[in-house]
């Protein structure tokens, strides 16, 4: 089975600028996260999306933003790029088969640097 | 709420030795825990978790865990250390109804010396 898949790699951008990050799951899986991770804040939860609604959310200003489509890939968006966004943004993929919690998956993830 | 502690953001060993690497958590409710690891310029990678069944968790690459409820613990450890298992190690929690909130330690770098 394929891992999951993030595109890009590797971003440039701009303040001021937006960004959208692509995401692919594990196939057969339904439940994607997001989480961002940088040196002075470490690893943080972003959103998570099942059957393409939002049902987690975690601390972060809504210039971040996410969706999930029918065949399950997610899209995160981030408006407004400030240089403090400058992170990896790391995709997780689970089965999510129960309410509750399932083992994650990581993506290589896509490393976003705002100049 | 809760959070993890990874006591030592760097660990260094010898080839063959004991590697032990700590996690305390605080979780007003029974925890899911986990251990990942990163290798440079890549994503998280599944080491073991405890999802309330038995306390000694095995997991791959000859890793191990045991959850200790009185000590809030939930350290790494693995018997012989390779010079392949240097790389960033994360402890994380959630709980059974926590979703897929997964909440992180700062990390732990292990570096292992010839």
């Known amino acids: 089975k394929a891992g999951v898949t993030q595109t890009p790699r590797y971003l440039i951008k701009t303040r001021g600028q937006q960004v959208t990050l692509s995401c692919s799951p594990i196939s057969g899986h339904r439940s994607v996260s997001w989480y961002q991770q940088t040196p002075g804040q470490g690893l943080q939860f972003l959103f998570e999306?099942?059957?393409?609604?939002?049902?987690n959310k975690g601390n972060f200003p809504g210039r971040f933003s996410g969706r999930q489509f029918s065949n399950s890939r997610s899209e995160m968006n981030v408006s407004t790029l400030e240089l403090g966004d400058s992170a990896l943004y790391l995709c997780?993929?689970?089965?999510?088969?129960?309410?509750?919690?399932?083992?994650?998956?990581f993506g290589p993830g896509t490393r976003l640097t705002v100049l | 709420a809760q959070s993890v502690t990874q006591l030592g953001s760097h660990v260094s060993v010898s080839e063959g030795a004991l590697v032990l690497l700590r996690c305390n958590y605080s979780?007003?409710?029974?925890?899911?825990l986990f251990w990942y690891v990163q290798y440079p310029n890549q994503g998280l990678q599944l080491l073991l978790k405890?999802?309330?069944?038995?306390?000694l968790v095995k997991g791959i690459n000859g890793f191990e865990a045991e959850f200790k409820k009185s000590e809030t613990s939930f350290h790494l450890t693995k018997p012989s250390a390779h010079m392949s298992d240097a790389a960033e190690y994360f402890c994380?929690?959630?709980?059974?109804?926590?979703?897929?909130?997964?909440?992180f330690g700062a990390g732990t770098i292990l570096r292992v010396k010839s």
């Open positions: 994380a929690v959630t709980s059974p109804k926590g979703g897929n909130k997964l909440v």
């Open positions: 979780s007003s409710v029974p925890p899911y």
């Open positions: 999306y099942f059957s393409e609604t939002q049902r």
């Open positions: 997780a993929s689970s089965p999510r088969t129960s309410g509750g919690t399932d083992t994650q998956y």
């Open positions: 405890y999802t309330s069944a038995a306390t």
